[in-house]
T-cell receptor, first 114, second 112 residues
Framework: DAGVIQSPRHEVTEMGQEVTLRCKPISGHNSLFWYRQTMMRGLELLIY????????DSGMPEDRFSAKMPNASFSTLKIQPSEPRDSAVYFC????????????FGPGTRLTVL | QQQVKQSPQSLIVQKGGISIINCAYENTAFDYFPWYQQFPGKGPALLIA?????SEKKEGRFTISFNKSAKQFSLHIMDSQPGDSATYFC???????????FGKGTKLSVKP
């Protein structure tokens, strides 16, 4: 299995631009999580999907952030407009099913907003 | 109540020594306590996990000790090796949806 796939691995953009991060979960997994990691705040859960439906988006920082999961094999996290304080590593993770324990993380996308 | 407090923030251990990382929680409804290991440039990966009905779990050189009454759990790495140098995160599963709440992480450096 290829594991959780994220793209791009690195993104550098200018303030005000739209940024789209992509995630392909492990095949057969039906829970998907988006996290943000910074030195100051550690690993924060942004949003969580189960069976393609957003379950908990209380971690999404503000309306500039949005996430979609149009099907079981693809999810996007969009930031529009981006700001320098959005600079972080964004991880996607998937889990086999509700109630299962292990979350499998992707390699992350390092976002730099200038 | 949803926080998981982790210490120390960083740790330096000599090769062959014991590394100990501690975590504390408040929410007694937490039912699953994993430790994740993260190498630079990689995503976190599950290392070992425990449920509150046992006080200790060992897998190779890695042991979780769990104290339910004190609401604390710790990771012990025996015979620490330079290859163990990484950032370690404790976590707890909280809420009906089973989301993980992570500690802030401990950067471990094992010196040869």
């Amino acid at each position: 299995d290829a594991g959780v796939i994220q793209s791009p691995r690195h993104e550098v953009t200018e303030m005000g631009q739209e940024v789209t991060l992509r995630c392909k979960p492990i095949s057969g997994h039906n829970s998907l999580f988006w996290y943000r990691q910074t030195m100051m705040r550690g690993l924060e859960l942004l949003i969580y999907f189960n069976n393609n439906v957003p379950i908990d988006d209380s971690g999404m920082p503000e309306d500039r952030f949005s996430a979609k999961m149009p099907n079981a094999s693809f999810s996007t996290l969009k930031i529009q407009p981006s700001e320098p304080r959005d600079s972080a590593v964004y991880f996607c993770a998937s889990r086999a099913q509700l109630g299962k324990d292990t979350q499998y993380f992707g390699p992350g996308t390092r976002l730099t907003v200038l | 109540q949803q926080q998981v407090k982790q210490s120390p923030q960083s740790l330096i251990v000599q090769k062959g020594g014991i590394s100990i990382i501690n975590c504390a929680y408040e929410n007694t409804a937490f039912d699953y306590f994993p430790w994740y290991q993260q190498f630079p440039g990689k995503g976190p990966a599950l290392l070992i996990a425990i449920r509150p009905d046992v006080s200790e779990k060992k897998e190779g050189r890695f042991t979780i000790s769990f104290n339910k009454s004190a609401k604390q759990f710790s990771l012990h790495i025996m015979d620490s090796q330079p290859g163990d140098s990484a950032t370690y995160f404790c976590a707890a599963r909280g809420g009906s949806q089973g989301n993980l709440i992570f500690g802030k992480g401990t950067k471990l450096s094992v010196k040869p």
